[in-house]
């Protein structure tokens, strides 16, 4: 006999995916497939930027220096937005300025890497980005499992 905290312990999703694996393949199909749009639009935003990188730089007269900067302010901007957030509005502001700023971060460091490094040492420099986006998403998982989310966010 189980009592209601246990249950709401227990993952929802999970018992309708095991009967669904079981009774419907396809909508395991169905929904891996509309998942991995998300990781196709993901691709196509990243992609776009390389091709068109020059046109846009020369078009809006930036160097890469300017479009780190403007980077960072938006994700200061929204990084404070979510820590000083009292209503949903705020908070999702918040987290649309540091989705800009990270989008734009991703297109703008690679470049300036690669303009920056010697052809020698590109490839390898160039790695320490995915890398460092990889160190970052662990050490703020570990460290929000310690703080609150207002002070992760002024951390952040």
């Known amino acids: 006999m189980s009592n209601a905290s246990d249950d709401s312990r227990e993952p929802l999703v999970e018992k309708h995916l095991a009967e669904s694996k079981q009774e419907q393949p396809w909508m395991v199909y169905l929904s891996t497939f509309v998942a991995v ?7 196509s935003c990243a992609g776009y930027s390389s091709p068109a990188q020059a046109a846009i730089r020369n078009d809006l007269s930036l160097t890469i220096a300017e479009a780190m900067r403007v980077s960072s ?54 790695t320490l980005n995915q890398i460092l986006i990889c160190t970052g998403v662990s050490v703020s998982f570990i460290i929000g499992t310690m703080v609150t989310w207002r002070v992760l966010a002024l951390i952040g």
């Open 73 to 126: 302010a938006f994700c200061v901007a929204g990084w404070l937005a979510i820590f000083f957030a009292n209503g949903v509005v705020a908070l999702d502001l918040g987290r649309l300025a540091t989705g800009y700023g990270m989008g734009a971060f991703s297109y703008v460091v690679p470049i300036f890497i690669a303009e920056i490094a010697p052809k020698a040492y590109r490839g390898a420099l160039t």
């Open 37 to 43: 749009c998300g990781s196709f639009a993901f691709g």
